[in-house]
């Protein structure tokens, strides 16, 4: 990466940083802006800045990113309140989620011909996590219920997760088609890393929950290195996994999990205001890396295959599923809707796209590679230029149906968790009251 690479990228900071406060809650949201710049980088400054996805920086770069998105999402979410309160974003992780994999399947074998099962299977599952950061006023805008708001909330700080051992189960799966040694080899090896990473994870998650708690209550570690030792460890729990054969991203994630439940619910929103800074400025060069050096060669190769399946998996595919998951849950038509078309695809997909690249047996690379990038950049815009006014359009709908008392089921009193953001603001750490 040359100096003249890293000058851009500062400026490009600097530049969105300048207006970042005053984009909020329009049209234009920060993701589509990193995006945008990036792409600009791309097309006027290829001459100097010379980039390409597989660059050993950017590589480092993005896996950090995923390791700290993963274990700060899974870090947010509170157990006791999913058993309790969540039921609509549980419905559509256990329901709606592996419907999600079968159809976007099922659609990518009608448009793509001569693609394996596991390819299509492999696209599907990159695209199912949700990313909310893209759409924010969809889970910040106070006037939407709370309860809608936190359904998308909670599902994207679970989906990035769970949704990884399949990844890698189909993974396994595409390369033994490939390489025809059979698919228990390649199974039995996917599920002990699997199994490695999870160990690993909650047996790391329950030591560093204990050694936090340690600083806390001995007084013998400052506030600012609770917060850094809780960073280390994250790291230290994914390069422990990698030496152990296990899965790190997985680790990363079940540590975020554990970690928190032991920590004082104070110091644990302290640690995850402060682990969103550096998470939040790793999302923001994720953004400009995807816009500089994976959508625009993809934006390249872009064909009227993959602009379909594109925004098939962006409506059909991703709203049928939560459609089918919420019946019997007697919400509104409109909350049904908001909830399906709410589902942004964004940092998660951006950074799986490497698991798959890493994995160099698998065929038509350059298929899942552009066809992931290309519904990632329509997911930036569309959902980005919708999310402000569909989010006011909804609340006041809601609001008028409250009065009549036809919204009861909507305006239900839940407890607020911490969102995932791409901008800093008083709000992101919301209290642990109830609200509606």
Same mark, same amino acid.
Request: hydrophobic share 50%.
């Given at each position: @990466? +040359?100096?003249?690479?890293?000058?851009?990228?500062?400026?490009? &900071?600097?530049?969105?940083?300048?207006?970042?406060?005053?984009?909020?809650?329009?049209?234009?949201?920060?993701?589509?802006?990193?995006?945008?710049?990036?792409?600009?980088?791309?097309?006027?400054?290829?001459?100097?800045?010379?980039?390409?996805?597989?660059?050993?920086?950017? !590589?480092?770069?993005?896996?950090?990113?995923?390791?700290? /998105?993963?274990?700060?999402?899974?870090?947010?979410?509170?157990?006791?309140?999913?058993?309790?309160?969540?039921?609509?974003?549980?419905?559509?992780?256990?329901?709606?989620?592996?419907?999600?994999?079968?159809?976007?399947?099922?659609?990518?074998?009608?448009?793509?011909?001569?693609?394996?099962?596991?390819?299509?299977?492999?696209?599907?599952?990159?695209?199912?996590? $949700?990313?909310?950061?893209?759409?924010?006023?969809?889970?910040?805008?106070?006037?939407? %219920? &709370?309860?809608?708001?936190?359904?998308?909330?909670?599902?994207?700080? @679970?989906?990035?997760?769970?949704?990884?051992?399949?990844?890698?189960?189909?993974?396994?799966?595409?390369?033994?088609?490939?390489?025809?040694?059979?698919?228990?080899?390649?199974?039995?090896?996917?599920?002990?890393?699997?199994?490695?990473?999870?160990?690993?994870?909650?047996?790391?998650?329950? &030591?560093?929950?204990?050694?936090?708690?340690?600083?806390?209550?001995?007084?013998?570690?400052?506030?600012?290195?609770? #917060?850094?030792?809780?960073?280390?460890?994250?790291?230290?729990?994914?390069?422990?996994?990698?030496?152990?054969?296990?899965?790190?991203? $997985?680790?990363?994630?079940?540590?975020?999990?554990?970690?928190?439940?032991?920590?004082?619910?104070?110091?644990?929103?302290?640690?995850?205001?402060?682990?969103?800074?550096?998470? +939040?400025?790793?999302?923001?060069? +994720?953004?400009?890396?995807?816009?500089?050096?994976?959508?625009? %060669?993809?934006?390249?190769?872009?064909?009227?295959?993959?602009?379909?399946?594109?925004?098939?998996?962006?409506?059909? /595919?991703?709203?049928?599923?939560?459609?089918?998951?919420? $019946?019997? #849950? #007697?919400?509104?038509?409109?909350?049904?809707?908001?909830?399906?078309?709410?589902?942004?695809?964004?940092?998660?997909?951006?950074?799986?796209?490497?698991? /798959?690249?890493?994995?160099?047996?698998?065929? !038509?690379?350059? &298929?899942?590679?552009?066809?992931?990038?290309?519904?990632?950049?329509?997911?930036?815009?569309?959902?980005?230029?919708?999310?402000?006014?569909?989010?006011?359009?909804?609340? #006041?709908?809601?609001?008028?149906?409250?009065? !009549?008392?036809?919204?009861?089921?909507?305006?239900?009193?839940?407890?607020? @968790? %911490?969102?995932?953001?791409?901008?800093?603001?008083?709000?992101?750490?919301?209290?642990?009251?109830?609200?509606?």
């Amino acid at each position: @990466m +040359t100096s003249y690479t890293i000058l851009v990228l500062l400026i490009g &900071v600097l530049i969105i940083a300048a207006v970042s406060k005053r984009v909020r809650g329009t049209i234009i949201t920060l993701p589509m802006l990193y995006t945008l710049f990036g792409l600009s980088m791309a097309v006027l400054f290829s001459d100097i800045v010379k980039l390409s996805y597989d660059h050993p920086a950017i !590589e480092i770069i993005a896996e950090l990113t995923l390791v700290l /998105v993963l274990a700060t999402d899974a870090s947010r979410i509170k157990l006791k309140n999913l058993r309790r309160y969540y039921d609509l974003p549980l419905r559509m992780i256990v329901l709606a989620l592996p419907m999600t994999f079968v159809l976007g399947t099922l659609v990518g074998a009608v448009i793509f011909n001569g693609l394996s099962i596991w390819v299509l299977a492999i696209i599907a599952v990159t695209l199912a996590p $949700i990313d909310p950061s893209l759409a924010e006023s969809s889970v910040d805008n106070p006037r939407v %219920p &709370v309860r809608i708001r936190q359904a998308l909330n909670v599902e994207g700080g @679970m989906d990035d997760g769970i949704t990884l051992p399949f990844l890698l189960l189909f993974i396994s799966l595409a390369v033994s088609s490939e390489t025809g040694l059979g698919e228990g080899v390649f199974l039995e090896f996917t599920i002990i890393h699997i199994a490695s990473g999870i160990l690993v994870g909650l047996v790391m998650g329950y &030591v560093g929950a204990k050694f936090i708690s340690w600083g806390i209550t001995s007084g013998w570690m400052s506030s600012q290195f609770e #917060k850094i030792g809780w960073l280390a460890l994250v790291l230290l729990t994914y390069g422990l996994a990698e030496i152990f054969e296990g899965n790190g991203l $997985i680790a990363a994630f079940l540590f975020g999990f554990m970690s928190t439940r032991t920590i004082d619910k104070q110091e644990n929103k302290r640690l995850y205001r402060y682990a969103k800074v550096e998470n +939040t400025f790793l999302m923001m060069l +994720t953004f400009m890396f995807y816009g500089a050096v994976m959508l625009y %060669p993809a934006l390249q190769h872009i064909n009227l295959s993959y602009f379909i399946y594109a925004v098939l998996s962006l409506t059909l /595919v991703r709203m049928l599923p939560v459609a089918i998951s919420l $019946i019997g #849950k #007697k919400l509104r038509l409109e909350s049904i809707l908001y909830l399906g078309w709410f589902g942004p695809r964004g940092i998660a997909s951006i950074l799986y796209v490497y698991t /798959v690249l890493e994995t160099e047996k698998i065929a !038509e690379q350059e &298929v899942i590679f552009n066809v992931v990038m290309i519904t990632i950049f329509f997911s930036v815009l569309v959902h980005g230029i919708s999310a402000a006014p569909l989010s006011d359009w909804y609340a #006041k709908r809601i609001e008028k149906l409250g009065i !009549e008392g036809l919204a009861s089921e909507e305006t239900k009193s839940v407890p607020e @968790m %911490p969102t995932r953001k791409t901008s800093m603001s008083s709000s992101s750490v919301p209290s642990e009251t109830a609200g509606g």
